[in-house]
């Protein structure tokens, strides 16, 4: 039905989130003497919010945010072992090793052999984007890679309209409803939601949401979900 499929990457071929997750907790550990958990939560979570128009989506950008709120926390009395704490958190996210969500290559190599164009889009920091696409394994089963800066309206109608797709032929499979089903849809293309089990809270949706689309209990049930 769709000639062109496109994937998300984080949290819908490969695990993401629980490392922020992971690391927001230690973030807080370290800042336990200072606040509670809750008031860090809030307080990281402006802060990074502040920020995304400067640094954007990304592991670089949430360490610049976590040592901002640090000296806003501790009113400027953080001590140099601290903030290096904090790089050390983001230089293991960084380093962490690519983990495939299940299904994932087999699901790309089904679609591949009944003739469907596959396409990898995702947001974030060019470099920590490129560094995971390359380690994930899966470079070469994608017609096409696109790295932006934000998912939007605007920005899948440019992608489709710069490769003459048109929406009918394009569906979108994604984890979050803001970036991959709500866009999409708007466009008056398809999109299937597959959750993950944890969700950064600027990509929650809060409401009914009125668009039209197919939700998977998992990424192994797109193949046959596509003749819907």
Do not use: C
Not at 123 to 150: C, M, N, P
Not at 205 to 213: D, I, R
């Amino acid at each position: 039905m769709f000639d062109l499929i496109a994937f998300d990457a984080d949290d819908t071929l490969w695990h993401s989130e629980d490392q922020y997750v992971g690391t927001q907790d230690r973030f807080k550990q370290l800042l336990a003497p200072y606040h509670s958990a809750e008031w860090i939560d809030r307080k990281l979570f402006a802060t990074e919010m502040r920020n995304l128009r400067l640094f954007g989506y990304g592991i670089k950008g949430v360490m610049l945010s976590m040592i901002e709120t640090a000296i806003e926390v501790t009113q400027g009395k953080i001590p140099a072992e601290d903030i290096d704490a904090i790089l050390r958190f983001g230089r293991v996210m960084i380093e962490h090793p690519v983990e495939l969500i299940d299904g994932a290559r087999e699901v790309i190599d089904t679609l591949r052999a009944r003739d469907h164009e596959v396409w990898l889009i995702t947001k974030g920091d060019l470099f920590d984007q490129e560094s995971k696409i390359a380690r994930s394994g899966l470079t070469e089963l994608f017609h096409r890679i696109e790295i932006v800066s934000e998912k939007d309206e605007g920005t899948y109608r440019r992608l489709l309209e710069r490769h003459g797709v048109e929406p009918e032929e394009f569906a979108m499979v994604g984890n979050s409803i803001r970036s991959d089903i709500l866009p999409v849809t708007a466009i008056g293309a398809a999109a299937f939601h597959v959750p993950y089990h944890v969700t950064w809270a600027l990509e929650v949706v809060s409401g009914e949401v009125s668009a039209e689309f197919v939700t998977l209990s998992s990424l192994r049930e797109l193949p046959s979900a596509l003749t819907w």
